[in-house]
């Protein structure tokens, strides 16, 4: 599914948190279709690095060109229709909403992107094989059922792009496994673009390229 | 009730509707900050009319004139909507969307001339002796200005006013003609009820059936409520309620059915959008039921606080002098009475003022035009200017006061001599 499109432009991205660079004149491209992992140690600019292509974070340089639009110069509103309608996010704590559902926090997502459909997300649990949990809370789901309900709260309004912040942290080799297996399922069948920042080598091993960063410079790549 | 009052509460309903509209549509998702700056457009008409005519015409107490020019203004961001809402449909402008815009300024026009006689009597201009086409200044001047906002608007946030229906701005406009012109109101109601009496009539009339020697009389009194002032605004207003509402039922419960095309979550934006597009113009009802809820509770206190009684006519006794009854005058509300004294028709009016003591004077004063006077709580008030009296205060002479006339009061009788009466109403009312 991989194509020569560009999906995702970044040019000289340089973020300073105080006396703290964060990210340090950051430049890539990333096709459409395409699995990209973000590696680097603790402190090295990951997930400010999606913090950013998200819009979450403003940087205090540089440019993001997301679907030829830039979201670096976007106000609020824009940025929440962007993050909507093309952005997916799956981070290393889920963060479901605890007195939901594993439907309803899917739903949820529906309900932010446009209006909740049951039959939608039902099918989407379904996909990632939670049909039989979808009516548990998140505290009744283990670690792996929690990451698989945020994948699908991620993919029902099926992104453009997914991103995904150290999706395993959490999990034991077999729940990283899976999880896995749901990112190149939907990477291959559904085409999503996929941006993971993991510090994990067998996680980075799905993923077509791996940027490597360290203390907030690109400092190096590798093509699977 | 001042006379005033009717305008204050005017501006009190523009004020409470003008809330809502920027209430309402600040709260629904999505579309906040867009609808708040087409809402706005809709008011810097009327802020732009007060702003005109209070630096213009220094005549800041008609503010009825004011809404005049705002409705108007409205009316014109409306037709600019309409236009850009049809050309979307279409793709390009075409026949329909220019035959749109000439009927809108054909309308324009026509009520161009009403407003501009309502100036013409304004006693500034008068007293000044100056002829200004104010109301084509004005009107052209802020229609112009309207229609260059609503084009930036339209050119700018196109997709807003596309999801905008025109029939529901029309129907504010519509409201709003209610709120602010009776005469409208009685008109429409007029012909309501011509309508309904016309089906009636020609109903037996095709069915061989003489109609009116065969119905009773209760028949015809019931036909004939449609006909009396009260009932007719009340049938023009529901009937008016229920185009609304109608218009309400099969715009919102028209079923839409995305592309079949669509599936997923593009699906569900089309839905999303469309059930967005069905609130933003739920909107411009909100303010159209209060309008017409408004207009008739303006009507209701209208029509029992003003006392206007048709004069009595009178004759000239043998003497030379008129003879009134001081029995017949003595309620304490305002008798107003026509004698024919050398073909010159006079109107007068006989008064038992709250402190006992009796006024004879014209229904007419110096200054305006003789259209006489209404009586209101504690105050007659000019029906031209709508400047009040004070009941006490009527018989002195002077400026807006009724003109008094001598009278003495004899042997049960309100005497006043006719040639004095003639000499008076032909020196009050000369050259008007």
């Given at each position: 599914?991989k194509?020569n499109e560009a999906i995702l432009t970044v040019t000289g991205i340089t973020k300073i948190y105080g006396n703290t660079l964060a990210l340090n004149n950051v430049s890539f491209l990333i096709n459409s279709g395409e699995w990209v992992s973000v590696m680097g140690p603790s402190g090295s600019g990951k997930t400010t690095l999606l913090g950013i292509i998200s819009g979450i974070i403003k940087p205090s340089s540089g440019k993001v060109i997301l679907t030829?639009?830039e979201i670096t110069a ?13 952005i997916?996010l799956v981070?290393q ?68 792009l997914l991103l995904a912040d150290e999706p395993?942290g ?13 990112f190149?399922?939907?990477n ?5 673009t996929i941006i993971c920042a993991t510090h994990d080598e067998f996680v980075a091993s799905f993923s077509h390229r791996t940027l490597i960063l360290h203390d907030g410079r690109l400092s190096g790549e590798r093509v699977r | ?432």
């Amino acid at each position: 599914m991989k194509s020569n499109e560009a999906i995702l432009t970044v040019t000289g991205i340089t973020k300073i948190y105080g006396n703290t660079l964060a990210l340090n004149n950051v430049s890539f491209l990333i096709n459409s279709g395409e699995w990209v992992s973000v590696m680097g140690p603790s402190g090295s600019g990951k997930t400010t690095l999606l913090g950013i292509i998200s819009g979450i974070i403003k940087p205090s340089s540089g440019k993001v060109i997301l679907t030829g639009k830039e979201i670096t110069a976007m106000n609020d509103e824009e940025l929440s229709l962007i993050r909507r309608q093309c952005i997916g996010l799956v981070f290393q704590e889920y963060n479901l909403i605890p007195y939901l559902t594993a439907l309803e926090n899917v739903m949820m997502a529906q309900y932010f992107h446009s209006i909740v459909d049951e039959g939608e997300a039902v099918e989407v649990l379904h996909q990632i094989g939670l049909a039989e949990r979808m009516h548990h809370f998140p505290a009744q789901l283990s670690g792996g059922e929690q990451q698989r309900v945020s994948i699908a709260r991620a993919i029902v309004n099926r992104p453009l792009l997914l991103l995904a912040d150290e999706p395993t942290g959490n999990l034991d080799r077999t729940n990283a496994q899976r999880i896995m297996e749901i990112f190149k399922q939907l990477n291959e069948e559904l085409g999503v673009t996929i941006i993971c920042a993991t510090h994990d080598e067998f996680v980075a091993s799905f993923s077509h390229r791996t940027l490597i960063l360290h203390d907030g410079r690109l400092s190096g790549e590798r093509v699977r | 009730m001042n006379p005033v009052t009717p305008i204050l509460f005017r501006t009190f309903v523009v004020a409470v509707l003008a809330f809502l509209l920027y209430f309402t549509s600040t709260h629904i998702k999505a579309i906040s900050r867009r609808v708040a700056l087409l809402t706005l457009a809709y008011l810097w008409g009327l802020l732009w009319s007060g702003l005109y005519l209070a630096q213009f015409t220094n005549a800041g107490y008609r503010i009825d004139k004011v809404f005049v020019l705002w409705m108007l203004n409205t009316f014109l961001i409306t037709g600019v909507q309409t236009y850009w809402w049809l050309a979307s449909k279409n793709k390009q402008p075409s026949w329909i969307n220019h035959m749109y815009m000439v009927l809108v300024f054909v309308i324009f026009a026509a009520i161009i001339s009403e407003a501009d006689m309502s100036f013409r009597h304004l006693a500034f201009l008068k007293l000044n002796r100056v002829f200004i086409p104010i109301g084509h200044v004005a009107l052209l001047t802020g229609g112009g200005l309207s229609i260059t906002i609503a084009l930036i608007i339209t050119r700018r946030w196109n997709t807003i006013v596309e999801r905008i229906h025109p029939a529901f701005p029309l129907l504010l406009v519509f409201a709003c003609v209610f709120l602010f012109y009776p005469n409208v109101t009685l008109l429409t109601a007029m012909v309501f009820a011509r309508i309904a009496h016309d089906v009636f009539h020609w109903a037996s009339v095709f069915l061989l059936l003489p109609d009116h020697p065969y119905l009773s009389n209760l028949v015809w009194e019931i036909i004939g409520l449609l006909f009396k002032k009260g009932t007719g605004v009340l049938i023009a207003h529901g009937a008016f309620a229920i185009l609304a509402a109608t218009a309400f039922g099969a715009f919102y419960y028209h079923r839409d059915i995305p592309p079949e095309e669509l599936s997923g979550p593009e699906r569900r934006l089309w839905l999303a959008a469309n059930m967005r597009r069905k609130r933003l113009n739920m909107i411009f009802l909100v303010p159209v039921f209060i309008s017409i809820f408004a207009s008739l509770t303006h009507y209701r206190i209208k029509s029992q606080a003003i006392f206007d009684p048709d004069p009595v006519p009178v004759e000239l006794n043998k003497d030379g002098r008129v003879y009134i009854p001081v029995k017949d005058t003595g309620d304490g509300s305002m008798h107003k009475f026509s004698v024919s004294i050398d073909r010159v028709k006079i109107r007068f009016i006989v008064l038992k003022k709250p402190d006992g003591k009796w006024s004879v004077v014209l229904d007419a004063c110096n200054i305006c035009p003789p259209q006489g006077y209404a009586q209101i709580t504690g105050a007659l008030f000019c029906k031209y200017c709508g400047t009040p009296i004070p009941l006490n205060t009527v018989g002195l002479p002077g400026g807006c006061n009724p003109v008094p006339v001598e009278f003495h009061i004899s042997d049960g009788f309100i005497i006043v001599d006719g040639k004095q009466l003639k000499n008076t109403w032909i020196n009050s009312t000369r050259g008007k």
